[in-house]
């Protein structure tokens, strides 16, 4: 190759990488704007839900669904389905009571993909009826039970690090099909922090590594299902 072309090429790609790098500048711009135009994602969902079908949400090729129920309705429950199956990388659960089955599966959904899944729970309320504790426990999810307080009563999501979904609602087919409830859900920084920290917190304080042994007339969390 002659010297003049190799200098032609040279010239080329300094071009195109110019231009390149000015391209993404331009989307990195628009982003901010459209970002900070539309700010964090604050969402605030009331319950109960209406009752209507999911299926679609973890199998969106089976149409129709032959279940009864109603098709094509976006519920409180659903919108709170789409929040947690968006996760793509972490789930951080820490929740008073779970019996919830089409939480539960959404919450297997995510493991089957390959996500890290932490879930902290009450330890009193792993025995109540239709717990789902033991379920996730036995697909091989991380479960930690607080022992440290009369009640561990958070009701709290993070997911991916960057989403927060708290509120009142405990993940029970009571709380979602009849109770007045509310969640608040949002990527607003200042927020997720704190709840991140607490998480982090009781997540270590109740490693059972770290536990004095139980006594005799203590059972210990691993049989709580």
């Not at 929040?83 to 659960?93: G, K, V, Y």
């Not at 919450?107 to 890290?116: D, E, I």
């Not at 009193?124 to 091989?140: C, F, K, N, P």
Request: proline share 4%; glycine share 6%.
């Amino acid at each position: 190759m002659s010297v003049a072309r190799a200098v032609k090429m040279v010239g080329l790609g300094a071009m195109v990488f110019t231009l390149t790098v000015e391209w993404l500048g331009w989307c990195l711009r628009w982003l901010r704007h459209w970002r900070g135009s539309q700010g964090p994602l604050k969402e605030v969902i009331f319950f109960p839900s209406e009752m209507a079908c999911v299926e679609h949400l973890f199998t969106p090729s089976m149409f129709p669904c032959t279940c009864p129920l109603a098709h094509g309705v976006e519920t409180s429950l659903s919108r709170l389905l789409r929040h947690i199956l968006s996760a793509t990388t972490t789930l951080d659960l820490c929740v008073f009571a779970f019996s919830n089955q089409e939480l539960s599966r959404a919450v297997l959904t995510l493991h089957s993909r390959g996500l890290a899944i932490r879930v902290l729970t009450d330890k009193d309320y792993t025995l109540i009826t239709g717990s789902q504790i033991g379920v996730l426990r036995r697909a091989g999810i991380c479960v930690r039970c607080d022992s440290g307080s009369v009640h561990m009563h958070h009701k709290f999501a993070v997911v991916n690090g960057l989403r927060l979904i708290t509120g009142s609602l405990n993940w029970t087919l009571t709380a979602i099909q009849s109770n007045k409830e509310n969640i608040l859900v949002t990527e607003e920084p200042d927020l997720v922090r704190p709840y991140l920290r607490e998480f982090e917190r009781l997540w270590d304080t109740n490693d059972p590594a770290h536990r004095h042994p139980a006594s005799i007339s203590e059972k210990p969390s691993s049989l709580f299902v």
